[in-house]
């Protein structure tokens, strides 16, 4: 059984450029859910997708974008980067739908850094 | 709006001693309880999950938490903790989207 993995590991932008980030699923995962973890913090829940659909989004801006493939690999986008977006972004796939009751599994994270 | 606190930044014990680390959250309606371990240079991984029935749920190496409703607390607790259980706890609470409380650093000495 493939776990959740992300690419790239490390990246570096500059204010104002955008940045995409990917993740695989675990294998015969359906949902993938995505997370920002500023340093010292928890992660902060950015949206998740279901069946290529947005099913749940957090406190973030229009700027934070993203797709879910037939696949159930998916993409981050960050549009107009600001020194603040530094962090550690953590993709995470479950089975099942829905923002209650399911295991979520982590992949190792992006850490993007934007000067 | 919902949110979760953990009380404890860092918590430094010595190998065989009891461990109690605590959460609470605030949310009016249902919730789903986790506690994730994120081990140095490894990632999140589930501890255990509380979504309904026995408030005190067993999870992995020994670890368990239990779920007091009316105080919205799912406190973490082992008995005798390891050098190996060295890392970063996180609770989550699954109420509207899943919320992360800001972490507990354990660092247990041999």
């Not at chain 1, 913090?41 to 069946?51: A, M, T, V």
Request: hydrophobic residues 30%.
């Amino acid at each position: 059984e493939t776990g959740v993995t992300q690419s790239p590991t490390h990246l570096i932008k500059t204010r104002g450029q955008q940045v995409t980030l990917r993740c695989s699923s675990q294998s015969g995962h359906n949902t993938v859910s995505w997370y920002q973890q500023a340093l010292g913090q928890g992660p902060q829940f950015i949206f998740q997708y279901y069946r290529e659909e947005e099913n749940g989004r957090g406190n973030f801006p229009p700027r934070f974008s993203g797709l879910q493939f037939p696949n159930y690999s998916s993409e981050l986008n960050v549009n107009a980067l600001e020194l603040d977006d530094s962090a550690l972004y953590l993709c995470a796939s479950s089975l099942d739908y829905g923002l209650a009751g399911y295991e979520q599994y982590f992949g190792p994270g992006t850490r993007l850094t934007v000067t | 709006a919902q949110s979760v606190s953990q009380h404890n930044h860092h918590v430094i014990l010595s190998e065989a001693a009891s461990l109690e680390l605590g959460c609470n959250y605030s949310y009016g309606g249902t919730v789903n309880l986790f506690w994730y371990v994120q081990y140095p240079g490894q990632h999140l991984q589930l501890l255990l999950k509380y979504f309904s029935g026995d408030p005190l749920v067993k999870g992995i190496k020994g670890f368990e938490a239990e779920f007091i409703k009316s105080k919205f607390s799912f406190n973490l607790r082992k008995p005798s903790v390891q050098w190996s259980d060295t890392a970063e706890y996180f609770c989550a609470v699954n109420g509207n989207d899943m919320r992360f409380g800001a972490g507990t650093r354990l660092t247990v000495k041999p």
